[in-house]
């Protein structure tokens, strides 16, 4: 693997940084042209241990390189020192995925979100629940290599896209706020769009008016807010518990 070819790909693939994101992406289906290791020994002994089920797969595709080229490869390299290329999947069969009716897991939406750590986390927590996926408004990049980093290469068990809020998906649009009814009293059916406010200033104008149903979680009144992507990880609890077809 050359530095030319690596970065020719890098371009337009998706970078999986560690052991955990490139397991996750190949047991997902992710087509990865290429991955690398610093020991691949030491990487198929994790697959041993850790991942049996793609260990072979690994086999085939793991090559070893020397530290100062995986050090150029990846800026930042995980403890785990293995890192791959991804080909990211196609808009429209995302976007197809969205649309599909009817629906058996909600869609999850993060309206303007900016924190790329708490985007990872929603697109694992997502990956969890085995929603239909996670749309983020606004400028984000939610195939951010921070964002990949943080869903532990669970980008491939979901749909993730980034839209604006006239192109939702169809459904029921709930709206998490603490000023919202308390969804406790509220059974959340499995074609649901809940929707989640950004870090600094909650829900937009726009997806408010697009709204169906405002929904809070349960909080005491001193409590200003939770974070989101507790707030996405507690909704999914609630619809989990209230729905036949969750894992
Ligand atoms: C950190 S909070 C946003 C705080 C922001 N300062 C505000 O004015 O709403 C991020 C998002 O998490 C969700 N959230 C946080 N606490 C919540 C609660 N108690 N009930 C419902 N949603 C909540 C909301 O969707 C909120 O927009």
Do not use: C
């Amino acid at each position: 693997m050359t530095l030319a070819s690596w970065n020719r790909l890098a371009e337009t693939a998706v970078l999986l940084d560690g052991f955990h994101a490139l397991k996750h992406a190949v047991r997902f289906g992710a087509e990865v042209p290429v991955a690398v290791a610093l020991d691949r020994e030491a990487a198929l002994a994790l697959a041993d241990e850790l991942a049996p089920d793609v260990r072979d797969a690994l086999d085939a595709l793991l090559t070893e390189v020397p530290e100062p080229t995986y050090r150029s490869l990846v800026p930042r390299p995980h403890p785990t020192a293995v890192a791959a290329l991804a080909v990211r999947p196609s808009r429209a069969a995302g976007l197809g995925k969205l649309a599909h009716t009817p629906r058996t897991a909600p869609v999850v939406v993060l309206d303007n979100p900016r924190n790329l750590g708490n985007a990872g986390a929603v697109i694992r927590l997502a990956a969890g629940f085995g929603v239909t996926g996670v749309v983020t408004t606004g400028t984000l990049d939610p195939w951010h290599p921070t964002v990949v980093r943080g869903g532990a290469g669970l980008h491939f068990a979901t749909v993730v896209e980034r839209l604006t809020v006239p192109e939702l998906p169809p459904g029921p649009l709930f709206a998490l706020d603490p000023e919202g009814d308390d969804i406790r009293g509220v059974k959340l059916p499995d074609d649901a769009v809940l929707a989640f406010g950004s870090e600094r200033s909650g829900l937009s104008a726009e997806l408010r008016a697009r709204t169906d149903h405002l929904l809070s979680l349960p909080m005491r009144p001193q409590v200003s807010s939770y974070n989101l992507a507790t707030s996405v990880a507690m909704t999914l609890y609630h619809w989990s518990a209230g729905s036949p077809s969750a894992p």
